[in-house]
């Protein structure tokens, strides 16, 4: 997979050469590129914003500087696989259902934007020309500029490409996977730690039993911790005990769904 990311700081992104990322560079499973957005920048200061039209606070960065960037990096006519990602908060939710989707996406470019964002007929101009353009928000709150959100998309994206993790059944039981539910806790030796001991069914050896364990303490964690994951279970996929223990945790399967509260039967 290639990845090109645009930044006016591209000392932002040495942690990629790290760890699992950084190795999946180094063997060639990933190909990534930093680039500043201001070697395309044409005066002598390099500028690459300017204050926003209508007026407001803040800075807006310029849409030709943006454009001379993306032409080179994205090509014309861009080749088929490739989508522009923008960082922002005004962005749709980046979820692991996003990451799985982009794992399979040939090249990324990933535009960072700093100040008020990137003026927004960036986004509409390369959308005109048949390119994905997908505007992405990591969260519901502000950041200073793109890079914080680009580093995270790289790495979630790219631990899921096949080979970057070692072990891949670790991708299988982890929060936000297929099941829809926050992971169960983990231990590790030794069995008693200070005052606190591991739950004694993780010393027993029976696998059955350990199964049902972790999904019990997933289902409590997801219950107290994001009732919003709790609405999303799929009824079919739950079984008697998941359903009773759902009860006891003060949620019932419906015909309409997971919902909060004891069933009540329509007449
Ligand atoms: N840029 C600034 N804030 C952001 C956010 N919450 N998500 C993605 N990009 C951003």
């Not at 943006?66 to 006519?77: N, T, V, Y």
């Not at 939710?93 to 040939?106: C, G, H, M, S």
């Not at 107290?224 to 079984?239: F, T």
């Amino acid at each position: 997979m290639r990845i090109d990311v645009v930044t006016i700081f591209p000392e932002y992104f040495s942690p990629l050469d790290l760890s699992l990322v950084g190795k999946a560079r180094t063997t060639g499973l990933l190909d990534l590129r930093v680039h500043d957005l201001r070697d395309w920048a044409t005066d002598r200061h390099r500028t690459v914003d300017d204050s926003p039209l209508g007026g407001g606070a803040g800075m807006v960065m310029r849409p030709d500087v943006w454009g001379q960037a993306l032409d080179a990096i994205l090509g014309s006519p861009t080749a088929p696989g490739t989508e522009l990602i923008i960082p922002t908060p005004s962005g749709s939710p980046f979820t692991q259902r996003t990451a799985e989707r982009l794992a399979a996406v040939p090249h990324l470019v990933v535009a960072c934007g700093r100040y008020e964002g990137i003026d927004a007929r960036v986004a509409e101009h390369y959308r005109a020309q048949g390119v994905a353009v997908t505007e992405l928000s990591l969260g519901d709150y502000v950041l200073n500029g793109g890079e914080v959100a680009a580093l995270v998309v790289v790495e979630a994206v790219a631990r899921l490409l096949p080979g970057v993790v070692g072990n891949p059944e670790s991708l299988v039981e982890e929060s936000h996977g297929a099941a829809g539910l926050l992971e169960y806790p983990v231990y590790t030796r030794p069995p008693q730690w200070r005052e606190h001991t591991v739950p004694p069914v993780l010393l027993s050896g029976h696998h059955g039993r350990i199964a049902r364990w972790r999904r019990d303490q997933a289902f409590e964690r997801t219950a107290a911790l994001r009732p919003d994951l709790m609405r999303r279970l799929v009824p079919g996929d739950l079984d008697e005990h998941d359903r009773n223990l759902l009860a006891v945790l003060g949620w019932s399967v419906t015909d309409a769904g997971v919902v909060p509260g004891s069933e009540t039967v329509a007449d």
